[in-house]
Structure formats: C-alpha cells, structure tokens
C-alpha cells in the first residue's frame, strides 16, 4: 500500500509538505499580525507625547509672555521715575467737598 505516484511522492510526503507549508505561513502570518500591532502602539503613544508636549509648549509660551509684560511695566514704570510704595495711606472723607 506504500504507492507512489509518478512523481515519487506518496500521501504521507504530501501531507507533511502541507503541514509544513501551512504552519510557515501562520507563523509568518503571526508575526506580522504582532509587528503591527506593536507599532501601532508605539506610533499611538508618540501621538500622546506629542499632544502632551504642545500642551506644554503653550503653556510655556503663555508663561513667557506673562513674565515678558510684567518686565514691560517694570521697565515703563522706571522710564517714569515711579518707585515701589511699601505702605499705602488711604485718605478719609470728613465732610462733603462736593455737596450743593
């Protein structure tokens, strides 16, 4: 019952070469599946970064035109000989200056 056909493959050989055949390919097909998932993840994790990172960018910015008013007033107010009041005095009504 050991047959062989013309080509002197029997069923058993062409079994085997269509497990091994098959087993390549979903091993192949496996690892590509894994590699794409794994820079997918990489790829949605960079876009994250990347989203954090202009957050902060205009965080910063914000910040440095904030401090960069603050200097413009200080530098202004020197121009101007003003200095700094340690004790504001308030001064109290006693009687109407502008009553009729």
Do not use: P
Not at 17 to 25: D, M, N
């Amino acid at each position: 019952m050991n047959r062989r056909n013309h080509h002197g493959f029997n069923k058993m050989s062409v079994r085997f070469f269509v497990v091994i055949l098959t087993t390549i390919f979903v091993l192949f097909y496996l690892t590509q599946s894994n590699q794409a998932a794994t820079k997918g993840y990489i790829v949605s994790s960079l876009e994250q970064q990347k989203k954090e990172l202009l957050e902060k960018n205009e965080s910063l910015q914000l910040e440095v035109s904030r401090l960069q008013s603050i200097n413009q007033i200080k530098q202004k107010a020197a121009s101007l000989n003003m200095v700094v009041v340690d004790e504001v005095n308030y001064l109290e009504e006693k009687g109407g200056l502008a009553k009729k």
